[in-house]
């Protein structure tokens, strides 16, 4: 994951209870509150708040998918109801459904911002941008900063995401400005994410220096962050300090194991560093890794495309190898990595592709055509669930459908028995 694109751990903790209470009780559960100030990890950490511990909710809509819970919280705040939408918005962003969901953010903002309740507000639309930020929806997520701005502009945590949008859309000066206004900040004086983003930006600028000053900072404040490791090895490598280099990129594979980005750039510095059978390792355990995470969280563009680098670096150490002893490798799983990099290609190409084809589909949601479309090609992209859902959806426009009845039939086990409407 690019450093723009790191998670504000804080911001989030918050802002998955803001609004609980008043969807609660718009779903009839009793208003008893209770929460508990956790020990701060540091003078700068935000309160933990626990959830009440109420029984959940006995009346609650029919519907399960996110879209359906998104048209009802519209309707509701069309005739202003409120805190039945809150409720329904509140809903979406459970842990069990989509926490993160764009949606359900933004409109929880304009519903708090419309109800004159500025704090909830500027959370939501702070927590907006920050969800847009991470679906590259730069444009939108600078929108939702800009009305979190009317709010209160001089906020620890607008002047954060917007320093970061800066970087990220190469408005660098603006970055390192807005970052240093937030640094004078209670909040922003104690947090080393502030140090690592200015460190990033001069990286990209080339100013290697300074950027070492802040990222030793960043790392100094905290130590175990894979994030700061991983750039101080980065920029060491530019300044062709090779030891340093690869020191500080085993640390951040050490600090995170489970980043694909970390392994893939040790393991290319141990290829630089003419380690190739260590590069092969590392690497080789990378893609194995890669694999687990594609089969788990399938269709997701940055895993594929970290373990597509994975492959091509292990290839380049398997060459590395045979280039190093060129009589004495008996046994080279080349072919076997060559055949994984096109698969995974394959994948990225077929994600690609579904994407104009969800287009279509919502263009169209009664087109049993084009759901079928869509389905078979989330069937061969691995996305499964997205499928079986897609071939609900043609069951409800066509009980009897065929295809749609086989192709859940094929996800058995890994999904429910195929069902009709007609059938319940």
């Not at 680098?309 to 060129?326: D, E, G, H, K, T």
């Not at 698969?343 to 279509?360: C, K, Q, S």
Request: charged letters at 25%; a neutral charge.
């Amino acid at each position: 994951m690019p450093i723009w694109d790191q998670p504000h751990d804080g911001l989030r903790r918050r802002v998955g209870m803001l609004g609980l209470f008043a969807a609660m009780a718009a779903l009839g559960v009793p208003s008893s509150r209770t929460w508990t100030e956790a020990a701060p990890a540091t003078s700068s950490s935000p309160p933990v708040w626990e959830p009440p511990t109420t029984s959940a909710p006995s009346t609650q809509p029919d519907e399960d998918s996110v879209e359906a819970l998104l048209e009802l919280a519209r309707n509701a705040t069309k005739v202003g109801d409120d805190a039945k939408a809150i409720a329904y918005y509140q809903r979406i962003l459970a842990p069990t459904m989509q926490p993160r969901n764009l949606d359900a953010l933004a409109g929880l903002a304009r519903l708090y911002q419309r109800m004159n309740n500025t704090t909830e507000a500027l959370q939501y639309f702070v927590a907006a941008a920050d969800a847009a930020f991470e679906a590259n929806r730069m444009q939108t997520a600078e929108e939702l900063l800009g009305m979190a701005g009317t709010i209160d502009p001089k906020h620890p945590q607008v002047l954060y995401q917007t320093a970061r949008l800066y970087g990220a859309t190469n408005r660098r000066v603006q970055s390192l400005v807005t970052f240093r206004e937030y640094l004078k900040t209670s909040e922003g004086q104690a947090d080393y994410r502030a140090h690592r983003e200015i460190g990033a930006v001069y990286f990209r600028e080339r100013y290697h220096r300074q950027a070492i000053r802040s990222l030793e900072e960043a790392n100094r404040l905290n130590p175990s962050d894979g994030y700061t490791l991983n750039l101080l090895a980065q920029v060491y490598r530019e300044m062709r300090d090779s030891a340093k280099a690869e020191e500080y990129a085993g640390r951040a594979v050490q600090a995170t194991p489970d980043n694909l980005d970390f392994r893939e750039t040790y393991g290319s510095i141990l290829i630089e560093n003419r380690k190739a059978d260590d590069a092969a390792r590392v690497l080789r355990s990378s893609l194995e890794l890669a694999m687990r995470q594609i089969q788990a969280t399938p269709g997701r563009p940055d895993i594929l495309d970290s373990a597509l680098r994975v492959c091509r670096s292990y290839r380049s150490a398997l060459l590395a190898q045979v280039a190093a002893n060129p009589t004495g490798i008996t046994e080279i799983p080349l072919a076997e990595t060559l055949e994984r990099e096109a698969d995974i290609g394959h994948l990225i190409a077929l994600n690609e592709n579904v994407g104009p084809l969800r287009d279509a589909a919502r263009a169209a949601p009664e087109n049993v055509a084009i759901l079928r479309e869509l389905a078979t090609m989330l069937f061969k992209a691995g996305r499964r669930a997205d499928a079986e859902q897609t071939c609900q959806q043609i069951l409800k426009v066509k009980p009897d459908d065929e295809f749609a009845t086989r192709l859940l039939a094929q996800m058995v086990p890994t999904t429910r028995p195929a069902t009709s409407p007609a059938a319940r």
